[in-house]
């Protein structure tokens, strides 16, 4: 059985100018049904969105997951295996995220990344193994979307 699409959105303080747009992707996404939704501050995942409730899960509790938590079970690249994961967010967590690119299909809406950027972030790339976008706009997601199958 094919599972959904992972939804997958940076909540920490980086990101917290996006929260706003992220805010109306997971209420959107949650009404279509096809998601499963992940808040995962600099790519530790922390809470599932629950659609019968309308609230966010607890996924590892740091008293009673120490052990998950210790073995990293809680970072984004031990997390998903074989999954479509749409992560939303920033360079924080990079170490976990190019990872989990070589086991996922993962497509990095990064708030802040450009392709003219003569930078560090650009060399990290030849690590990353997904698609990467621009997306620091409502306008950049909808122009984002329409490029994506």
């Not at 109306?24 to 019968?52: E, Q, W």
Request: proline share 2%; charged share 25%.
């Amino acid at each position: 059985e094919r599972e959904n699409i992972a939804l997958v959105l940076d909540s920490s303080p980086s990101c917290q100018r996006m929260a706003k747009l992220y805010s109306k992707m997971a209420f959107l996404s949650a009404k279509l049904g096809c998601l499963d939704i992940y808040l995962a501050p600099n790519a530790f995942v922390t809470h599932k969105y629950n659609i019968r409730t309308g609230e966010y899960d607890v996924i590892f509790d740091k008293d009673d997951d120490k052990n998950s938590i210790v073995l990293g079970l809680d970072k984004l690249h031990n997390f998903f295996k074989n999954r479509v994961v749409l992560f939303f967010g920033d360079w924080d967590g990079e170490r976990y995220i190019l990872p989990a690119s070589n086991h996922n299909e993962l497509h990095w809406f990064h708030s802040e990344f450009s392709y003219d950027e003569d930078d560090w972030s650009t060399s990290v790339l030849k690590d990353y193994h997904g698609a990467i976008y621009g997306c620091s706009t409502r306008e950049d997601l909808i122009s984002v979307i329409k490029t994506i199958r």
